[in-house]
């Protein structure tokens, strides 16, 4: 079979497709891609091709649904920089395996992502020159994947979470981190600070409740005795004042 087949070179596709969630488009790339080996039949499963670079660069694509790459089982190169993908479904890089060496998602319009969306996956990863929010979540996906050390440089915060000692929009995010920066520290503290709010503000509730309670009885005791107060003293009658006389002599 003729191996250069293998790496195949799409710019101007229409993806109207992948961004309606339909993986229609892709599984035709994998058929054009199998049917390139002599040995290898369009209607065979993808699990059958060893070897393979797909490259979508250029191609507008918006977002990455989750069955995207079902029939990519055993990609080795997936290049998808310079396109428009703003959000990655959980599942579409899992569908990805172990045989991947090389994902190239830079150049695009990411701003979140997390580990859960990019799975296990240790193939060396681009993701420079997106418009990237520094948070915690971040800062955990640049602790578990790999990154290209020549690209990492690239990966810029355009905004950050607020209060993370200073702005840091538009440096590295590597070296935001180098200079002891840990956005998921700041998101406990945040988070810590909101609950002792939270109870602080409970607290008082219950002790104003309290306070306007007990002043509320004292005030109802006052006003009852001083009701008590008020009645007329009860006259003796003059049978009553008779019978007492008796009693003395």
């Known amino acids: 079979p003729d191996e250069s087949c293998l790496r195949i070179y799409i710019r101007q596709l229409n993806m109207c497709c992948l961004n309606n969630s339909s993986p229609i488009c892709l599984i035709q790339?994998?058929?054009?891609?199998?049917?390139?080996?002599?040995?290898?039949?369009?209607?065979?499963?993808?699990?059958?091709?060893?070897?393979?670079?797909?490259?979508?660069?250029?191609?507008?694509?918006?977002?990455?649904?989750?069955?995207?790459?079902?029939?990519?089982?055993?990609?080795?190169?997936?290049?998808?920089a310079h396109n428009r993908i703003d959000s990655l479904s959980s599942g579409a890089l899992r569908r990805l395996g172990p045989e991947l060496r090389l994902l190239d998602l830079s150049h695009n319009q990411l701003r979140q992502a997390s580990r859960d969306e990019f799975g296990g996956t240790r193939a060396k990863t681009r993701l420079y020159h997106?418009?990237?929010?520094?948070?915690?979540?971040?800062?955990?996906?640049?602790?578990?994947?790999?990154?290209?050390?020549?690209?990492?440089?690239?990966?810029?915060?355009?905004?950050?979470?607020?209060?993370?000692?200073?702005e840091h929009a538009g440096q590295p995010l590597d070296r935001i981190l180098d200079s002891g920066v840990n956005f998921c520290s700041l998101q406990r503290k945040t988070t810590d600070v909101a609950m002792l709010v939270t109870m602080f503000?409970?607290?008082?509730?219950?002790?104003?409740?309290?306070?306007?309670?007990?002043?509320?009885?004292?005030?109802?005791?006052?006003?009852?005795?001083?009701?008590?107060?008020?009645?007329?003293?009860?006259?003796?009658?003059?049978?009553?004042?008779?019978?007492?006389?008796?009693?003395?002599?």
Request: proline content about 4%; charged content about 20%.
């Open 130 to 166: 997106n418009p990237w929010h520094c948070d915690c979540t971040l800062q955990e996906l640049m602790e578990a994947l790999n990154l290209e050390a020549e690209t990492v440089n690239g990966i810029v915060c355009e905004s950050s979470e607020p209060g993370v000692m200073g």
């Open 29 to 80: 790339f994998t058929k054009i891609v199998m049917s390139c080996s002599q040995h290898i039949e369009e209607s065979q499963s993808s699990a059958t091709w060893k070897e393979g670079t797909l490259t979508l660069n250029r191609n507008n694509i918006r977002s990455l649904p989750e069955s995207a790459f079902v029939e990519l089982a055993h990609l080795r190169d997936l290049y998808l």
């Open 201 to 249: 503000v409970w607290f008082f509730m219950v002790i104003v409740y309290v306070v306007y309670y007990v002043r509320q009885n004292q005030a109802e005791a006052r006003r009852h005795l001083e009701y008590l107060k008020s009645l007329p003293s009860p006259r003796k009658t003059p049978t009553e004042t008779d019978t007492l006389s008796t009693v003395v002599y």
